[in-house]
Structures are given as C-alpha cells and as structure tokens.
C-alpha cells in the first residue's frame, strides 16, 4: 500500500505563498489519483484539491484561482502551490490517496500558518 508523507508547511503572511509536498514510499504514485484535505481543530475535514492520473485537477471553491495541485512522476511526488493565502487557509494539511478509503491511516500532516 502507499505511504505518502506531507511537508512543506510554514509560517506566512497574508498574500504570500507556500509549496507543500506529498512523497510516495511503497508505491508508484502516479498510478493513484491524489488528493489534499485540510482540518482546523474542532472542525470537519475539508477537501482542497485532487490531481488525477491522468493530469486532470480539481478544487474546491474556496481554494480555485489560488492553489494548483501539480504533479512530479519522476520524483513520485504530489505538489499543492498555494498562493494568495489568507489567515483562514491556517490549518494542518494533509494528502491522501484519493477518495480516501475507510481504513486509510492520515499522517501527521503538515501545518500551515498565514499571519495577518
């Protein structure tokens, strides 16, 4: 089964931007549609983004325009580009094999902070 393990996150201003990572142990990456979910403390998991095998992307409505969700088959890694953050993108993030099975074991995420 695939393991995949985020990083990337950060401190950042409002208007500025972060590029998070998801790295794919055990498995070829490419071969799964991915995707990134948030979840603030005390709230519901959100989805962000989804990149298919095949290269198609989609997002949510609070993130489009802003965030692209992009793919390295060569590095067996998933990007999430996140520009134009604003204090409410502040979260934990993490990335999934997409749509997340019943059993799938999330990982410690990554934290992304954005200051006013």
């Known amino acids: 089964q695939v393991q995949l393990v985020e990083s990337g996150g950060g401190l950042v201003q409002a208007g500025g931007s972060l590029r998070l990572s998801c790295a794919a142990s055990g498995r070829t990456l490419s071969d799964y549609t991915v995707g990134w979910f948030r979840q603030a403390p005390g709230k519901v998991r959100e989805f962000v983004a989804a990149i298919w095998s095949g290269g198609m992307t989609y997002y949510a409505n609070s993130v489009k325009g802003r965030f692209t969700i992009s793919r390295d088959n060569a590095k067996n890694t998933v990007y999430l580009q996140m520009n134009s953050l604003k204090v409410e993108d502040t979260t934990v993030y993490y990335c999934?094999?997409?749509?997340?099975?019943?059993?799938?074991?999330w990982g410690q995420g990554t934290q992304v902070t954005v200051s006013s």
């Open positions: 999934v094999k997409h749509p997340p099975p019943a059993n799938w074991a």
